[in-house]
């Protein structure tokens, strides 16, 4: 059964938020942004993908530093959106060394 949404409450809601400092603003979108990351043992190596994908961060990561675009990876990867590359690139830019540390091991092997 679907839940009617209240508008009053989203409304209230997106009030409060343009309320927040900035700086609160920036973390909210992080810890949303992280929400949408998970690792899960067995599944892709266990590396952080996509929530409700199999796609590594860091393979998005090793595309585009090799050239590919966003419409590339849209194309090649059906089931993304331009939001969810923003959520690979946000988390990449939090986590960096160790995303690097995966792409090196892998173009080692």
């Given at each position: 059964m679907t839940?009617?949404?209240d508008y009053?409450r ?10 927040l ?12 942004a992280t929400?949408?990351?998970?690792s899960?043992p067995?599944?892709c ?5 996509l929530?409700g994908?199999?796609?590594p961060?860091w393979?998005?990561?090793s ?5 590919a675009?966003?419409?590339?990876l849209?194309r090649?990867y059906?089931t993304l ?8 690139w946000?988390?990449y ?6 995303t ?7 173009d080692?092997?």
């Amino acid at each position: 059964m679907t839940q009617a949404i209240d508008y009053q409450r989203v409304t209230a809601l997106v009030e409060a938020i343009d309320a927040l400092p900035s700086e609160e603003q920036s973390l909210l979108r992080q810890m949303l942004a992280t929400r949408s990351v998970e690792s899960t043992p067995g599944i892709c190596g266990s590396y952080a993908r996509l929530k409700g994908t199999r796609i590594p961060i860091w393979t998005l990561v090793s595309l585009r530093n090799q050239g590919a675009d966003h419409a590339e990876l849209l194309r090649n990867y059906p089931t993304l959106t331009l939001e969810k590359l923003q959520v690979a690139w946000d988390y990449y830019d939090r986590h960096r060394e160790e995303t690097d540390r995966i792409i090196a091991s892998h173009d080692e092997a």
